[in-house]
C-alpha cells in the first residue's frame, strides 16, 4: 500500500472559537468553588450574629439565607478578580500555542501555557479516533479530536479541542496510521 499522504502535516485549529470555549470552560471551574466557600464562610458567621440573643424562627431563616448570600456575592466578586486578570489570558494562551501537525509516523502535539509541552505520539500507540462535542462545544461551535491510546489504564484519552472539520481530520488521521503505524 503506497502513502499518498504528505510526509508533514499540520492540523488547522479554530482558534477565536476554541479562545470562546475555553473562556467560557474556565469560568465556572473557578466561580462554583470559589462561590461555595464564600457561602459556607458566610454561613459560619450566623453564630457569631446570634450569639447568646434570642431570635425567632422567621428571622433565623432570614439571617441563614442573607449570611449564605453576601458570602456567595463575596465568592463571584473574587472569582471576577481571579478570572479576568488569570483565566482569561490563560485560555487565549492556550487557544493561541495548540500546535498539532503529523510529522512522518509521529502525531506532534505542542502547547505553551504555564508549563511547555512538546509530545509525539506514534501512529501504533494510538488505539482510535472519536471527535467530541460536549454543549459548551456545541454552543461555540467547536469539536473536539479524542485519540485512546495503549497506554490506556490510569491515563486519560488526549483531547484537542477546536480542530477544525473535525471529522474530515479524524477519518485522514486514521487512514495515515493505518499506512504508518509500522513504521
Known sequence: MSDQHPHSLRIEIDRPRLKKYLRLKSFPALLVPIVVFGALIGFSSISK???????????VVFLIAKSFAEGAGVGVGL??????????????????TLDVSVEGSFLR????????TDRKLHFRSIVDYATTQSFLMRWCEVQALQMT????????PILIPGVMDCLKIR????E???QREHQ
Open 49 to 59: 450574629r446570634a450569639d447568646g440573643s434570642k431570635i425567632a424562627r422567621e428571622e
Open 79 to 96: 472569582t471576577l478578580l481571579i478570572y479576568f486578570p488569570f483565566a482569561h489570558p490563560l485560555a487565549d494562551r492556550r487557544a493561541d
Open 109 to 116: 502535539l505542542r502547547q505553551h501555557t504555564i508549563i511547555k
Open 149 to 156: 491510546t495503549t497506554a490506556g489504564g490510569q491515563n486519560p
Open 171 to 174: 477519518d485522514l488521521l486514521a
Open 176 to 178: 495515515i496510521d493505518s
